[in-house]
């Protein structure tokens, strides 16, 4: 009965927080994991008054993979969010700072955080806060006590495909779109042909693809192609199984493609996808890419809508 309970409530509060999700409600350009590096940076017990910290605490005290961690860093020294030098204490670690424009960008989401909190709470009768706060409190509490001395819970990692992996992103995007949207095996085979082209013929300086992995066994998928077009690199293939939804794992695939693209010297990266695929549509917005045409087609058994998407990366990508 507990188990029920307890995944019940979980079932709750995900679809709560959802409502406050930070792109779409607190309309800012960053994601959750994003926002949540930003508030530590700002609000570092070890550096309150200079909004500094060692990069190997913020990683600790986030449970973030440190290429992860190392990734998204890099994106807010490119915005001018922060600065990296090495610890003066420790010349092996990474101090990370704030910048004026960083301190404004978390100074924002706290204010933006704080007044979503406010309008959920608005509709909690007065005399009922205190009771919620207390169950909160007393969540945290126990559950606090009863997890300090159990393993830290699991974190996918992005790898490269070793043998097997291939087929099993031709074998998992089979089953998982024909139970989830219906789809005949025809898309089982354009995905086949998709992974038989990079498997014979690739540029590993150019083009890859990552395996999400979680406790030994793959989770995820992304490839990073060579499009048509000169200058431009293709993302395909992104998958998230089932039980590994719901941690930020489509983004990190996705801006791991971003990243590599950007390192790469590709002008801009580009993807097609269908709009029946909501959950990946948002992760591609919160990336910053733009849907730039669409058009109906008849695949894998229905009527379908295919989108294209666009996102530049280099001063002078074709407008």
């Given at each position: 009965m507990a188990i029920k309970e307890v995944r019940a409530f979980n079932r709750f509060?995900?679809?709560?927080?959802?409502?406050?999700?930070?792109?779409?409600?607190?309309?800012?350009?960053y994601t959750l994991t994003e926002s949540r590096i930003l508030y530590e940076l700002a609000h570092s017990a070890h550096a309150a008054h200079s909004a500094r910290t060692d990069a190997a605490d913020l990683r600790a005290q986030l449970s973030l993979d440190a290429g992860y961690l190392s990734r998204l860093l890099a994106k807010f020294e490119r915005d001018g969010l922060i600065e990296r030098g090495p610890s003066k204490d420790d010349a092996r670690r990474q101090r990370v700072t704030l910048t004026a424009r960083g301190r404004e960008a978390a100074a924002l989401l706290d204010e933006r955080s704080r007044e979503a909190v406010g309008t959920l709470l608005?509709?909690?009768?007065?005399?009922?806060r205190s009771r919620l706060t207390g169950a909160m409190r007393t969540i945290q509490e126990v559950l606090g006590t009863s997890t300090t001395t159990a393993p830290t819970p699991s974190e996918p990692v992005l790898r490269e495909p070793a043998p097997g992996d291939l087929g099993w992103i031709v074998q998992r995007h089979g089953a998982l779109y024909a139970a989830e949207f219906g789809w005949n095996s025809e898309f089982e085979g354009l995905v086949a042909r998709i992974v038989a082209d990079f498997a014979q013929d690739h540029d590993p300086h150019l083009e890859r693809v990552w395996i999400a992995e979680l406790d030994g066994r793959p989770v995820?998928?992304?490839?990073?192609?060579?499009?048509?077009?000169?200058?431009?690199?293709?993302?395909?293939?992104?998958?998230?199984?089932?039980?590994?939804?719901?941690?930020?794992l489509g983004e990190l695939l996705v801006r791991t493609v971003i990243d590599f693209a950007y390192e790469a010297g590709y002008r801009e990266v580009v993807l097609w996808t269908n709009d029946v695929l909501t959950a990946a549509r948002k992760i591609y917005q919160r990336a910053g890419f733009t849907l730039v045409a669409e058009k109906p087609h008849r695949s894998y058994g229905a009527d379908l809508v295919g989108q294209d998407w666009r996102l530049p990366l280099q001063e002078g990508a074709s407008k």
């Open positions: 509060y995900t679809n709560l927080i959802g409502a406050l999700d930070y792109s779409r409600h607190l309309y800012t350009p608005s509709g909690v009768p007065p005399e009922e995820g998928s992304v490839m990073c192609v060579r499009d048509d077009a000169p200058g431009t690199a293709r993302l395909r293939l992104l998958l998230v199984d089932p039980r590994a939804r719901g941690h930020g």
